[in-house]
């Protein structure tokens, strides 16, 4: 892929990932949020972060079932990043509109709502993830180190998964997408780990 088309796909993913902000934002700035705009934002920036969380962990398993799509890992960082992004949002939204800042409000949520309580064990598992996405803290770690520091993302991913579950009313299946993308990104890769291993074996054979 030569460097023109790179950018112009980095771009376009900037775009895409920021237009939920951006209209998150216009429909605030025009008060057209609908009846309940803290519930619209809160599910807005959730979605999104699981969302974006779930595209960063397509990108080994496509790139392992065509080595044509090696040039998919340069925007998994960009997309880990856009996920925190709207998980902060998502938590900020939390804090200041639903708790209003009352941090003994958050001490009794985080002790006795579960949905509170995988939802902050997601948040906490990508803050180090995001603390360290750059090139700088990966040289610092070293690569083995820092491979097995953001495996945490599949964590954060299930956590997230479990805390939009907890959250909807019982009957509600919107979370199903994700959860069904996330469950075969999850199984896919120690299949495709192993028929790449499969192949690499019959290579030196041959």
């Known amino acids: 892929m030569n460097r023109t088309t790179l950018i112009t796909l980095k771009t376009l993913t900037w775009i895409a990932c920021i237009s939920p902000f951006v209209m998150l934002v216009y429909e605030a700035v025009t008060n057209t949020l609908g009846p309940d705009p803290t519930s619209t934002i809160t599910l807005t920036t959730g979605y999104n972060a699981l969302l974006m969380l779930v595209l960063s962990l397509a990108i080994t398993p496509l790139r392992l079932l065509s080595p044509r799509l090696s040039w998919l890992i340069k925007f998994r960082r960009l997309l880990g990043l ?22 003994s409000v958050f001490k009794t949520d985080i002790t006795k709502r579960r949905f509170i309580i995988a ?35 599949y964590f954060a991913a299930i956590c997230g998964i479990i805390h939009y579950w907890w ?22 890769r120690p299949v495709l780990a192993y028929i790449q291993k499969v192949r690499a074996r019959r290579a030196v054979a041959v």
């Open 167 to 188: 959250q909807v009313k019982p009957g509600v299946k919107s979370p199903m997408n994700l959860t069904i993308t996330l469950c075969v990104l999850l199984l896919s």
């Open 82 to 103: 856009f996920a925190f992004f709207y998980a902060s949002l998502h938590l900020a939204t939390y804090i200041g509109l639903y708790m209003n800042f009352d941090l």
């Open 119 to 153: 939802g902050f064990a997601a948040y906490t598992l990508l803050v180090p993830l995001a603390a360290t996405s750059t090139t700088w803290a990966i040289r610092k770690l070293g690569g083995k180190r820092w491979n097995r520091l953001h495996k945490l993302v």
